[in-house]
Structures are given as C-alpha cells and as structure tokens.
C-alpha cells in the first residue's frame, strides 16, 4: 500500500493491477488502433466475398475477435503488446496485401470445407455462417503472423539493444522476454 500526502490517505491497488509495471498494464488503446489499422484491406476482401446475409455473419467474427482482444488485454497483457507490435508491421503490409489475401483464402476454404459457401467457385457467397467462420479463422490466421512478427521484433531488439534489456529486467525480473 502507498502513501498519497496530497490526499492524506493510503492508496490501495487494484488487485491484479500492477500500476509500477507498464508492461503489466492492459494495452487497451493499443490494441484498439492496431486493431483498425489492420481492417481496411481485410473488410474490402470481406466485401467482395461476403454480401447480404453473410455482411451480418461478417460484423459478428469482426467484433468478436475485437472483444477476444480486449479480454486477452486483460488477461495477457504481455502477449497482447507482443500482437499489437507486429501487428503495427501487417498493418503496414498491407500496402501489398498477400498476407490478407492469403489469409482470406484459407478463411473462405474453412467456410467452403464446412459447406457455407454457395454458388459458383470461387466468386459465390457465403451464408452468414460461412461469413463468421470465414472471418473468425482469417482474423485468426491474421493475429498469429501478427503475433509471430511481434515476438521476432521484440528477440531483435532484446537482441541488439542493452537498455531494452535492462528496461525488461527491471520490469519482469531477469530471464523474461
């Protein structure tokens, strides 16, 4: 417990808050502007694969990986800095999106594979369902290059920079990425 003079009273932490570690700290904000950065190129694939019905199915898969995010903010604060970080680089990707387009493909082929997918190959529609499920596995595929990315740039930089090592150590204890 620490000692506030200004309000004359001791301040109590949050339990599972650790306010003297940033890196402990739920990356909320972070995680929200990564997150948006990464969905214009996906959600203009989307469009052109999901419409009608499958929008609704679409809409869902986007906000529930958002909130798997916002829970995972909480829950690993760590490894959702480590996402978010590369996340920052697939975002910048797409700027030639094979990442996406790839991604989207294995999502439509999970929809197709579990019968959501209607109409002439490969431009026909998806059910709603066949939206979600697209969605959720190329959110998902997306988020673990993202993840991937992240954890390289971080053993990078702990690699070559002495004072992000330092910084680590100081706030994770020794041996901790």
Request: hydrophobic residues 50%; aromatic residues 12%; charged residues 10%.
């Amino acid at each position: 417990m620490a000692y506030d003079p200004d309000f004359d009273g001791a301040i109590v932490k949050r339990p599972g808050w650790a306010a003297d570690r940033p890196m402990d700290r739920p990356p909320y904000d972070l995680w929200t502007w990564v997150y948006l950065a990464n969905l214009p190129v996906a959600t203009f694939l989307g469009f052109l694969a999901a419409y009608g019905p499958g929008l609704i199915g679409m809409g869902l898969g986007v906000a529930g990986l958002y909130a798997g995010g916002r829970w995972r903010c909480r829950a690993n604060p760590r490894a959702v800095r480590m996402v978010s970080y590369g996340g920052l680089i697939t975002a910048a990707l797409q700027i030639f999106p094979l990442l996406q387009i790839f991604a989207g493909i294995l999502g439509i082929g999970a929809a197709s594979a579990l019968g959501q997918h209607h109409g002439a190959e490969p431009m026909g529609t998806l059910t709603a369902a066949g939206a979600l499920i697209a969605t959720l596995v190329t959110g998902i595929v997306m988020i673990s290059l993202a993840g991937t990315a992240g954890f390289f740039t971080l053993a990078v930089r702990y690699a070559v920079s002495p004072s992000f090592r330092a910084e680590v150590a100081e706030q994770t204890g020794p041996f901790k990425l």
